[in-house]
């Protein structure tokens, strides 16, 4: 199978040269030439399978003709290593949980099989490979930990100070080997534009192998749509439509989404939640594409004011119109939030965090004006402690951080400050 560019100035590439490149010459995003359909016969016996199972059916459809069979089942089983547990609160709500990974955060799913993959293809190269990933929290943690150790390959991953918790900071600055942590003073925005720029930068892709890491690296997605998959099979009553509501921000996840209903998966609707980072929510209402700088919020790790997935979902869709009949979006500001991780503790005694609680209520709000009977999906995108700053004021009770991840608090922080400036980061590279 080809990739090809949305911009389409590029030609079409393979799957090793689409993951290790990660973004096309022309600034665009790779996307498969060809979505398969999933058999019937894969459907009606998707009760029977196990979530890897599910995995390695899908990434052997989509990926089936890049890798060999074995090897793709290898890197599949060792990547997707946790469960997507169903939550149900009520007929029409449930919660499905992405966070029983590393670093509790659905990224995990994405920087796994990314990790795995690029090492395979890496094996046996002699120059390193150098990762680059701009994190507004989840992806520098998910990465750092899916590429810890992986031969081969050396990963930077840039934040901007002071706007992420302390506990996702400690998740990517305290690794060390070959990880390194760029203290950005600046926004998430200019930490993207920053990797962005380098990408495109002559001098830098001359002396350096570099790739990226972030949701718009091809292999990132297609892990991201096994979950759907899986969510679907542990519904009791699949006669009813399947809506899942989608808490997003650079859209990578609902991308995926839609991939696995291209496959076949009978969706009926995506809700398109965002907090006051409302650019899709807005151009789904007007029809006009209008990004800004992002806005901080309590669901920080959706702060994007120029959602780097939406080339890919014009590019699925072709127009607007087309986007309305399969996204609704809704947007909801910092008290709403807060309200909703209340109500949810107390109407159903679960703890949600600030991005799943945006969720919740693009769920209630659809419930409300569009339709009642349904399978309503919350993706529960992290663990509720990864934002207990936020999350144990609410509900009036501490958020314990699982044993597992206790030792991280322990560690000191290993990061490099830097500005804003690119020729900082570029001398920084190659000195480095
Ligand atoms: C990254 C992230 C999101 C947003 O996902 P996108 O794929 O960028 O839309 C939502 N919630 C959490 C907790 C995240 O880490």
């Known amino acids: 199978m080809k990739y ?39 459907f009606e016996k998707i009760e029977q399978l196990s979530f890897q199972e599910i995995a390695c059916e899908v990434a052997h459809n989509l990926l089936g003709e890049d890798i060999d069979k074995d090897k793709l089942q ?10 997507a547990p169903l939550v149900s609160l009520s007929d029409t ?8 990974g590393n670093t509790l955060a659905f990224k995990d799913f994405g920087a796994r099989f990314m990790a795995k993959l690029m090492g395979y293809f890496v094996e046996g190269n002699t120059a390193a490979l150098d990762i680059l990933v701009a994190t507004s929290g989840d992806t520098g943690s998910a990465v750092a930990h899916g590429f810890f150790n992986v031969p081969n390959i050396h990963v930077t ?44 930068d002559k001098t830098l892709n001359e002396s350096l192998n570099l790739s990226s890491a972030n949701s718009i690296n091809i292999s990132r997605l297609i892990p991201q749509s096994f979950y759907y998959f899986e969510a679907y099979k542990q519904l009791k009553d699949k006669q009813k439509p399947t809506v899942f509501v989608v808490p997003s921000g650079n859209f990578g996840n ?26 899709i929510p807005n151009y789904l209402q007007t029809g006009s594409y209008s990004p800004r700088p992002s806005i901080q919020t309590i669901s920080n790790a959706m702060d994007v004011g120029n959602p780097s997935n939406f080339q890919r979902m014009l590019d699925l869709f072709g127009k607007v119109e087309e986007m309305r009949n399969q996204i609704i979006g809704y947007a909801f500001d910092d008290e709403q939030t807060a309200k909703a991780m209340r109500t949810v503790k107390e109407k159903y005694n679960y703890i949600i965090d600030p991005h799943g609680a945006v969720g919740y209520l693009a769920l209630e709000k659809y419930i409300k004006e569009v339709n009642k009977d ?52 570029k001398d920084f590279l190659l000195k480095k």
């Open 93 to 100: 709500t449930y919660i499905l949980e992405l966070f029983h």
């Open 374 to 425: 349904i399978n309503g999906i919350v993706l529960e995108t992290a663990h509720p402690v990864k934002f207990a700053e936020v999350v144990s004021p609410q509900i009036g009770e501490e958020v314990a951080i699982p044993e597992r991840m206790r030792y991280l608090l322990e560690k000191p922080k290993m990061s490099i400050p830097l500005g804003t400036d690119f020729e900082g980061l």
């Open 4 to 42: 090809y560019s949305t911009k389409r100035q590029t030609s079409p590439v393979n799957l090793k040269e689409a993951v290790l490149k990660g973004l096309p010459a022309d600034n665009g995003l790779f996307m498969p030439e060809h979505i398969p359909s999933l058999p019937n016969s894969f």
């Open 157 to 200: 991953v840039l934040y901007p100070k002071g706007k992420v918790s302390n506990f996702q900071e400690k998740q990517f600055t305290t690794l060390g080997g070959n990880i390194t942590a760029l203290e950005i003073d600046g926004t998430f925005d200019d930490c993207q534009a920053l990797v962005k720029q380098a990408f495109l």
């Open 74 to 83: 290898e890197i599949v089983i060792s990547a997707i290593n946790f469960p």
């Open 254 to 279: 609902l991308t995926a989404g839609l991939l696995a209903k291209k496959m076949g998966l009978p969706i009926s609707q995506f809700v398109a939640a965002t907090n006051a980072n409302d650019i």
